[in-house]
């Protein structure tokens, strides 16, 4: 995202008057209040707006009519239009899907159909204000205008829960509709059956992003309906796609309506409604919402400026609307979905093996699961379906990753083959790298960025073979994890698409980003010539010496050039040609600290973490991304980045916040400190570990989560 939005400049101006900004004094262990949920709903942010609690399969929020690319969440800042209240939404994608089993609550008889704002009688449709939006992580409220119909919601892990206050009316009513999904989700079969006068079960059908997505529910009413009726709008099939609920309301008379999920069937929808919300107390459910979230955000206790709290806090929230659950309550382990996992091995990943390390087994037993399904590790799953989005194959980072920290509870040999036999197929270009020992540029698309993407996974591979004492397989894949330096080309100083001859690409410009079209994904030579995170004495090889080296890193940040007419948006938030918008520059600022350069690392993560994020609706330079663009922020501003996948280092940057308080596992806590910090005093002049002089620019994960304090002496 380019740092102005345009249209967005005057809401910007007036964020202070909306009622999700109001409460942020966080007074006491109250995290909540810091959380500023508009915070990325601008631009192209694309987060989440809506009650869900953490790591939950509801994400309970409002919908709108737009379905273009800034409305992959079924939300944007810019938009006051609802065509209802959905159970499922995605968080910070750059593909949208989902808005499962959406409510809309009205009155009058209007028409089946999304419709739209040139005709306000064409659809559910209704306006809201921003003055009567409310918000705080595990609540949200609005009012329909259109139809005079106060709305508020809330949410358990697989529950959503609706509180509708009507006015008085001969004609209200509460309509289910699944026809509507977000952007390119469309049903495929739907079914909506009543069961009693208070009681209806269904389930939805659906393909989009997800290309066979099944979702089964449970709705349940505080008081009968007058009479219900089913819509069809497929009549050839007959899919019932609409159902009404009707009802004579009273002035301020409320319905209540709890709406449970399940991936299996209807049954087990009624019997997690059943487990998690058996009682119709609205407000009790708000408050175990709220302390699901303050327990969560808990594991991180900081010192530092209201200002930066709230987007420190906010940050932490957007890391755990997902993973979501995709189970049953009571199932044997908690399998999740809705892995981002090309942007999230570099450090949501990384966050969560430190302050959620409960979770962790479940994390790769999900995977694990996946691999028996499809005979490889997944890359994007999302509701059932491997959506196969990216490349390269990102789990194994994840999966090597939790091995090499020691954390158990899943197979290891079981592990270890799932990561063998996914990085040994014959796809998505894995056979032409075993033939060629490289991807040719002349047989496979984006062939530069995948194989350098292969070549971190051979690394942390490699790494868990040695661990393993697998001695061959430790030696085959950390030679292919070299396979990226056979793209680099001295006589330009860039990775270069590399053809099946041994040649290059006749014409050559490192700015040119050709948007699916080229040897990199969503990127340029600029920016993917520093894709090698896990080999950087090869990086310094290829330019020849370290000097070479940082004088190249050095330009990154202060070059600018066209990247021409079919550049991605998600090539965003730029310093010169970085980008930290687009997760493969995420590393970047921290390879000085790797080459031995601390002072340039703190100097460019404080520039990044200062610019690139703010208070604002446009807070997000560029796609949440499922929880990494937060996850980057968490970190770095306790001064830590875990930016080698294949190693357990957590690299040094320049702390924002002047204390940290962070829970891991044992029941321990593991405090950094900034001394002297300031806005000023950016560098980090010395450190020391548990009152001990520590002269490395690294820690590792073993001494973090063996408790203990670790203190940065600032200066400039």
Same mark, same amino acid.
């Given at each position: 995202?380019?740092?102005?939005?345009?249209?967005?400049?005057?809401?910007?101006?007036?964020?202070?008057?909306?009622?999700?900004?109001?409460?942020?004094?966080?007074?006491?262990?109250?995290?909540?209040?810091?959380?500023?949920?508009?915070?990325?709903?601008?631009?192209?942010?694309?987060?989440?707006?809506?009650?869900?609690?953490?790591?939950?399969?509801?994400?309970?929020?409002?919908?709108?009519?737009?379905?273009?690319?800034?409305?992959?969440?079924?939300?944007?800042?810019?938009?006051?239009?609802?065509?209802?209240?959905?159970?499922?939404?995605?968080?910070?994608?750059?593909?949208?899907?989902?808005?499962?089993?959406?409510?809309?609550?009205?009155?009058?008889?209007?028409?089946?159909?999304?419709?739209?704002?040139?005709?306000?009688?064409?659809?559910?449709?209704?306006?809201?204000?921003?003055?009567?939006?409310?918000?705080?992580?595990?609540?949200?409220?609005?009012?329909?205008?259109?139809?005079?119909?106060?709305?508020?919601?809330?949410?358990?892990?697989?529950?959503?829960?609706?509180?509708?206050?009507?006015?008085?009316?001969?004609?209200?009513?509460?309509?289910?509709?699944?026809?509507?999904?977000?952007?390119?989700?469309?049903?495929?079969?739907?079914?909506?059956?009543?069961?009693?006068?208070?009681?209806?079960?269904?389930?939805?059908?659906?393909?989009?992003?997800?290309?066979?997505?099944?979702?089964?529910?449970?709705?349940?009413?505080?008081?009968?309906?007058?009479?219900?009726?089913?819509?069809?709008?497929?009549?050839?099939?007959?899919?019932?796609?609409?159902?009404?609920?009707?009802?004579?309301?009273?002035?301020?008379?409320?319905?209540?309506?709890?709406?449970?999920?399940?991936?299996?069937?209807?049954?087990?929808?009624?019997? @997690?409604?059943?487990?998690?919300?058996?009682?119709?107390?609205?407000?009790?459910?708000?408050?175990? +919402?709220?302390?699901?979230? @303050?327990?969560?955000?808990?594991?991180?206790?900081?010192?530092?400026?209201?200002?930066?709290?709230?987007?420190?806090?906010?940050?932490?929230?957007?890391?755990?609307?997902?993973?979501?659950?995709?189970?049953?309550?009571?199932?044997?382990?908690?399998?999740?979905?809705?892995?981002?996992?090309?942007?999230?091995?570099?450090?949501?990943?990384?966050?969560?093996?430190?302050?959620?390390?409960?979770?962790?087994?479940?994390?790769?037993?999900?995977?694990?699961?996946?691999?028996?399904?499809?005979?490889?590790?997944?890359?994007?799953?999302?509701?059932?379906?491997?959506?196969?989005?990216?490349?390269?194959?990102?789990?194994?980072?994840?999966?090597?990753?939790?091995?090499?920290?020691?954390?158990?509870?899943?197979?290891?040999?079981?592990?270890?083959?799932?990561?063998?036999?996914?990085?040994?197929?014959?796809?998505?270009?894995?056979?032409?790298?075993?033939?060629?020992?490289?991807?040719?540029?002349?047989?496979?698309?984006?062939?530069?960025?995948?194989?350098?993407?292969?070549?971190?996974?051979?690394?942390?591979?490699?790494?868990?073979?040695?661990?393993?004492?697998?001695?061959?397989?430790?030696?085959?894949?950390?030679?292919?994890?070299?396979?990226?330096?056979?793209?680099?080309?001295?006589?330009?100083?860039?990775?270069?698409?590399?053809?099946?001859?041994?040649?290059?690409?006749?014409?050559?410009?490192?700015?040119?980003?050709?948007? +699916?079209?080229?040897?990199?994904?969503?990127?340029?030579?600029?920016?993917?010539?520093?894709?090698?995170?896990?080999?950087?004495?090869?990086?310094?090889?290829?330019?020849?010496?370290?000097?070479?080296?940082?004088?190249?890193?050095?330009?990154?940040?202060?070059?600018?050039?066209?990247?021409?007419?079919?550049?991605?948006?998600?090539?965003?938030?730029?310093?010169?040609?970085?980008?930290?918008? @687009?997760?493969?520059?995420?590393?970047?600022?921290?390879?000085?600290?790797?080459?031995?350069?601390?002072?340039?690392?703190?100097?460019?993560?404080?520039?990044?973490?200062?610019?690139?994020?703010?208070?604002?609706?446009?807070?997000?330079?560029?796609?949440?991304?499922?929880?990494?663009?937060?996850?980057?922020?968490?970190?770095?501003?306790?001064?830590?980045?875990?930016?080698?996948?294949?190693?357990?280092?957590?690299?040094?940057?320049?702390?924002?916040?002047?204390?940290?308080?962070?829970?891991?596992?044992?029941?321990?806590?593991?405090?950094?400190?900034?001394?002297?910090?300031?806005?000023?005093?950016?560098?980090?002049?010395?450190?020391?570990?548990?009152?001990?002089?520590?002269?490395?620019?690294?820690?590792?994960?073993?001494?973090?989560?063996?408790?203990?304090?670790?203190?940065?002496?600032?200066?400039?």
């Amino acid at each position: 995202m380019k740092r102005n939005i345009l249209f967005l400049s005057l809401a910007i101006a007036i964020l202070s008057l909306s009622s999700c900004s109001m409460n942020n004094k966080g007074e006491g262990d109250d995290y909540v209040s810091y959380v500023d949920q508009y915070i990325g709903t601008a631009g192209h942010g694309h987060v989440f707006m809506g009650a869900n609690v953490p790591f939950g399969l509801v994400q309970l929020g409002p919908t709108s009519i737009p379905q273009t690319w800034d409305w992959t969440s079924g939300y944007n800042y810019a938009d006051t239009t609802v065509i209802g209240f959905s159970h499922t939404h995605l968080s910070g994608t750059g593909i949208g899907d989902l808005a499962d089993v959406t409510l809309m609550p009205v009155v009058g008889r209007p028409k089946y159909a999304r419709g739209n704002e040139k005709d306000g009688t064409s659809g559910l449709w209704s306006y809201f204000s921003r003055k009567n939006e409310k918000c705080h992580p595990g609540f949200y409220a609005t009012h329909l205008d259109r139809y005079n119909i106060d709305v508020e919601l809330t949410a358990t892990e697989r529950v959503g829960f609706h509180k509708y206050t009507f006015p008085a009316s001969e004609d209200a009513a509460v309509v289910i509709d699944l026809e509507n999904g977000t952007c390119w989700d469309s049903p495929t079969d739907a079914v909506i059956t009543k069961v009693d006068s208070v009681t209806l079960e269904g389930y939805r059908f659906s393909k989009g992003w997800a290309d066979n997505q099944k979702i089964y529910f449970a709705v349940k009413f505080s008081r009968p309906f007058d009479r219900f009726e089913l819509y069809s709008r497929d009549t050839v099939q007959k899919k019932i796609v609409y159902g009404r609920a009707d009802f004579k309301t009273q002035k301020g008379e409320t319905i209540y309506v709890k709406v449970a999920l399940s991936p299996t069937s209807e049954k087990m929808a009624f019997a @997690n409604m059943d487990a998690e919300l058996p009682r119709w107390d609205f407000k009790g459910c708000i408050a175990e +919402a709220r302390e699901k979230w @303050n327990g969560q955000f808990s594991k991180i206790k900081i010192e530092a400026a209201d200002s930066v709290k709230k987007i420190f806090y906010t940050s932490l929230y957007h890391t755990m609307i997902a993973p979501s659950l995709f189970c049953d309550d009571g199932s044997a382990h908690k399998d999740y979905t809705t892995f981002s996992l090309w942007d999230t091995y570099r450090a949501a990943m990384p966050l969560m093996t430190l302050i959620h390390p409960e979770m962790m087994s479940d994390m790769v037993n999900t995977m694990l699961d996946i691999y028996e399904k499809q005979g490889r590790l997944p890359v994007w799953p999302l509701m059932g379906c491997e959506t196969d989005c990216m490349v390269g194959n990102p789990a194994v980072p994840v999966v090597a990753d939790a091995i090499m920290k020691g954390y158990g509870g899943f197979n290891i040999d079981s592990a270890y083959i799932a990561m063998k036999n996914t990085q040994m197929l014959d796809r998505a270009g894995l056979g032409l790298l075993k033939k060629y020992g490289y991807i040719p540029s002349d047989m496979y698309n984006e062939s530069v960025s995948t194989c350098m993407e292969y070549s971190v996974a051979d690394a942390c591979l490699s790494k868990v073979a040695s661990m393993l004492g697998k001695k061959d397989d430790a030696g085959y894949f950390l030679n292919r994890s070299h396979a990226w330096r056979k793209y680099f080309d001295h006589s330009v100083g860039f990775v270069r698409g590399l053809l099946a001859d041994g040649s290059r690409w006749p014409d050559f410009n490192p700015f040119t980003a050709n948007h +699916a079209h080229s040897d990199f994904t969503e990127g340029n030579a600029w920016q993917y010539t520093w894709m090698a995170p896990q080999d950087v004495p090869g990086l310094i090889e290829m330019f020849g010496s370290k000097a070479k080296f940082e004088s190249k890193l050095d330009s990154l940040f202060i070059v600018n050039g066209d990247m021409g007419k079919n550049v991605a948006p998600d090539i965003a938030g730029m310093i010169g040609q970085y980008a930290h918008g @687009n997760e493969p520059s995420h590393h970047v600022a921290y390879l000085y600290d790797m080459d031995g350069n601390r002072n340039k690392t703190c100097e460019k993560t404080r520039e990044i973490i200062t610019s690139m994020y703010t208070a604002q609706p446009d807070g997000l330079s560029g796609n949440e991304d499922v929880g990494q663009m937060s996850a980057w922020y968490v970190l770095s501003a306790m001064g830590i980045y875990q930016a080698d996948p294949s190693e357990t280092k957590f690299w040094f940057g320049s702390p924002l916040v002047d204390k940290a308080v962070m829970k891991v596992r044992g029941g321990k806590t593991f405090t950094i400190k900034a001394i002297n910090n300031s806005p000023e005093n950016i560098l980090i002049k010395k450190v020391t570990l548990n009152g001990r002089d520590y002269d490395k620019n690294y820690i590792g994960f073993k001494d973090i989560v063996a408790g203990g304090e670790l203190d940065f002496y600032m200066g400039r």
